[in-house]
């Protein structure tokens, strides 16, 4: 789970403006706590005119830090044609590229992304790509006292956007007596925030504020004074996309569940693991398994089918062609003749093994970086999956949405493989095929560009209501799990019994006589750090035992996993050797 890789991306939509001058700088806030800051400057030689602007970001999540910066450079040549550079760095390699412009066709944009396609765009009439001109409207607009509407295009998410903007009246602001106050929205793609901004008629724009994920972002010139200082303490914009649910011992295994929206819900895509019920309630659901028709089903080695087509495609986010990809399918060793679904599930394990480093500090890394440097979190996991099954001839595509985790609901970021005539959700964060229940979606994506993400709607959509479990399968959260002296029974018919010991349920939390339970995805590395590996005596079934936690991680087959704390070594053994299990 993750805040938003790409809000210095939707940032980067406000309008920053050059004139003839030296360097412009800004300053720039996020939820009352200064986070980076922007620069613009226009320069002029024989037969060029350049505007260059750059953006700066520095995040805290987690108590690590998140820096990312967009560099952009416009060129207009004396005979009208434009030229454009970009790069945006989220990670430790950049995404970048250059465009192009002419007056000769000016219903084109040519775009040439590095480790990507070249592709054209079209341009939409009135839309402005000069930023000078962009100034200009906004000037007069500020002058006359009258709307505007602007149509811009974001090069580093490859989207078009509108600024819409109705004059609210004069608001002088410290050292420009002739500001004008603009309020209206601005929309990026599919997400839409809502803009205040102040504009001089002799100025340009000077100051805007607008709203994400429930904190003010406020992005002014440098020798305006600073906003007031908020009360310490307030949380970043990564904690307020997080969520807490009330605890259950096995909702990883949850078959289905049933939450309510308090609040206003997106418009949320139906499929057979999400539908919406009356009054505000979805129902989650597991994937089926596949049947044999669907496990039996070859991936592509042909020329694929137009609905296909796309989510085998290479691109700046999973260039899977690079013959660095060479290396991890040497490693994947894949015996000949595997069908999609085997495929999906052995690039789901290996990818979850890959990235040792579960790194919260990556803004969003390409599939060839995670491929070079295992780092990274959901995003990455996601990105490296997706390009491995479509160099095997997978069809995939990400999804962007919320999994629960524990007592935990945040954003996250999954996996989709195409099986016949459905697409099944898989997860490589936490090596789960099929992904877990309890997880929302809110759209997919065919990875062809940062724009198509969606990190910054889910973000929005997500602070603008509360989820609440209502139900696991037919029984109220919590109600499916029934107790028969030394026998627990799961809602999803799992059972475990340890002849001999009492369970308890109390307020969701699990015990088995002093030693408490819970299901659990698969551990990493770091978790598992300072474990001794354990095997039965008599069994031979695999445990990690951590001596400082005292905490017992037991594999119990098929993608279950249970954690016991409160765990001496001795008892380590003897619970790997006498706990009864029956997955279901």
Not at 375 to 401: I, N, Q, S, Y
Not at 431 to 448: E, V
Not at 531 to 543: C, D, I, S, W, Y
């Amino acid at each position: 789970m993750r805040a938003s890789p790409l809000l210095v991306v939707a940032l980067s939509g406000i309008v920053l403006l050059a004139q003839e001058a030296p360097l412009r700088n800004f300053r720039q806030w996020v939820g009352g706590q200064e986070v980076g800051g922007a620069s613009q400057q226009t320069r002029i030689t024989v037969g060029l005119r350049e505007v260059r602007s750059r953006e700066w970001m520095v995040l805290a999540r987690l108590g690590e830090e998140i820096r990312q910066e967009v560099d952009q450079t416009a060129r207009r040549a004396a005979d009208g044609a434009i030229t454009f550079t970009w790069r945006l760095q989220l990670s430790k390699d950049p995404f970048e590229g250059r465009a192009e412009w002419s007056p000769a066709t000016p219903g084109i944009l040519r775009l040439h992304p590095v480790n990507g396609a070249a592709l054209q765009k079209e341009v939409p009439a009135g839309a402005i790509l000069w930023p000078e001109d962009l100034e200009a409207r906004l000037m007069e607009a500020a002058r006359l006292r009258r709307p505007v509407t602007a149509t811009t295009f974001s090069f580093p998410v490859q989207q078009w956007g509108t600024l819409s903007l109705e004059p609210v009246g004069p608001d002088p602001l410290p050292g420009f007596p002739d500001a004008v106050r603009f309020k209206g929205q601005e929309t990026q793609g599919t997400a839409t925030s809502p803009v205040e901004t102040w504009i001089s008629p002799t100025a340009g724009e000077l100051c805007q504020k607008t709203e994400m994920g429930g904190l003010t972002l406020l992005m002014q010139r440098a020798e305006l004074p600073p906003p007031a200082p908020l009360a310490k303490g307030l949380e970043g914009f990564f904690e307020r996309t997080l969520q807490t649910l009330p605890p259950h011992p096995f909702q990883p295994w949850l078959r289905e569940s049933t939450l309510k929206a308090e609040g206003t819900p997106p418009d949320l895509p139906q499929d057979a693991q999400q539908q919406r019920l009356p009054g505000g309630r979805w129902r989650l659901r597991r994937a089926a398994a596949p049947d044999p028709r669907e496990a039996a089903q070859r991936p592509v080695t042909g020329p694929p089918t137009a609905e296909e087509a796309r989510y085998l495609a290479p691109s700046p986010l999973v260039p899977f062609r690079d013959p660095a990809f060479d290396g991890l399918l040497q490693r994947l060793a894949l015996p000949p003749g595997l069908s999609r679904w085997d495929l999906a599930k052995r690039v789901t394990g290996f990818v979850f093994e890959w990235i040792t480093d579960k790194d919260f500090t990556v803004g969003f890394a390409s599939a060839l970086e995670v491929c070079r440097t295992p780092r990274g979190d959901c995003t990455e996991h996601g990105v490296l999956a997706v390009a491995l099954l479509r160099r095997l001839g997978v069809p995939a595509r990400g999804v962007t949405g919320w999994v629960g985790l524990g007592e935990t609901l945040g954003l996250h970021f999954w996996v989709e493989v195409k099986l016949q005539d459905r697409w099944v959700p898989v997860d490589p964060t936490f090596d789960q095929a099929p992904a877990s229940a309890l997880r929302i979606k809110l759209g997919d994506t065919d990875l062809a560009d940062l724009g198509t993400v969606g990190w910054e709607g889910a973000a929005m959509a997500f602070s603008s209501l509360r989820w609440v479990p209502e139900k696991d399968g037919p029984a109220s959260w919590g109600a499916g799990i029934r107790i028969e002296g030394d026998q627990v029974t799961a809602p999803d018919g799992s059972q475990l019994r340890f002849p001999g010991v009492q369970w308890s349920l109390r307020k969701g939390v699990l015990a088995l006589g002093a030693w408490t339970v819970e299901a659990t995805p698969r551990p990493t590395s770091a978790q598992l750090k300072g474990a001794q590996k354990l095997a039965g005596p008599r069994t031979l079934r695999e445990g990690w035992w951590n001596p400082s936690e005292r905490r017992l991680w037991m594999n119990l087959g098929g993608g279950h996993w249970l954690r016991l704390d409160g765990v001496a070594e001795g008892t380590a053994y003897t619970l790997l050797d006498r706990l009864m299990v029956k997955v279901s």
